[in-house]
């Protein structure tokens, strides 16, 4: 079951706990320091919440609009109304069948007039098997940040 928005404090901390698992922070693409940083980033983006049997957060999924720069790069012809989705679950979650893969469909459904991409790093078996589950289909590669030495896989909601 997903849950949107708005958070309650609860639902805030506890997003603020999963942003800190250093197995999460380290994949997600922007790191958050604060509590200011986290208000913000709810603010900026569209966040929704992957609760549990009791309407527990434990995890999230959210959309959100990339840099011009990262943009250029996809291998795309129509790059209007673009979106990038990310995910993350605890790693004791991990293992409940198709959780995330259900929360990034549930999500896609409510957005039809959004093009979303999604990028897996080559090694990321987990993420790729999500985003396959989910109807993504692999479009092709490029590197996340212009400078970086690997290319992410990079795969588009069909």
């Given at each position: 079951?997903?849950?949107?928005?708005?958070?309650?404090?609860?639902?805030?901390?506890?997003?603020?706990?999963?942003?800190?698992?250093?197995?999460?922070?380290?994949?997600m693409?922007?790191?958050?320091?604060?509590?200011?940083?986290?208000?913000?980033w709810?603010?900026?983006?569209?966040?929704?919440?992957?609760c549990?049997?009791?309407?527990?957060?434990?995890?999230?999924?959210?959309?959100?609009?990339?840099?011009?720069?990262l943009?250029?790069?996809?291998?795309?012809?129509?790059?209007?109304?673009?979106?990038?989705?990310?995910?993350?679950?605890?790693?004791?979650?991990r293992?409940?069948?198709?959780?995330?893969?259900?929360?990034?469909?549930?999500?896609?459904?409510?957005?039809?007039?959004?093009?979303?991409?999604?990028?897996?790093?080559?090694?990321?078996?987990?993420s790729?098997?999500?985003?396959?589950?989910?109807g993504?289909?692999?479009?092709?590669?490029?590197?996340?940040?212009?400078?970086?030495?690997?290319?992410?896989?990079?795969?588009?909601?069909?």
């Open positions: 079951m997903i849950r949107t928005k708005p958070f309650s404090e609860t639902d805030k901390l506890r997003l603020w706990e999963i942003e800190k698992d250093p197995q999460i922070s380290k994949k693409p922007g790191a958050i320091k604060t509590h200011s940083e986290l208000e913000e709810l603010s900026e983006n569209i966040v929704y919440g992957i549990d049997t009791e309407n527990n957060i434990i995890g999230f999924v959210q959309l959100y609009t990339m840099g011009k720069s943009i250029q790069r996809l291998p795309l012809e129509n790059k209007k109304n673009l979106y990038e989705i990310s995910y993350a679950l605890p790693e004791k979650y293992y409940k069948n198709g959780l995330v893969s259900e929360a990034v469909r549930e999500i896609c459904a409510l957005y039809p007039n959004f093009q979303i991409v999604a990028f897996a790093s080559h090694d990321n078996e987990k790729i098997r999500v985003l396959e589950h989910s993504f289909t692999l479009i092709g590669k490029t590197k996340y940040h212009a400078n970086e030495k690997t290319e992410n896989l990079v795969y588009k909601k069909a």
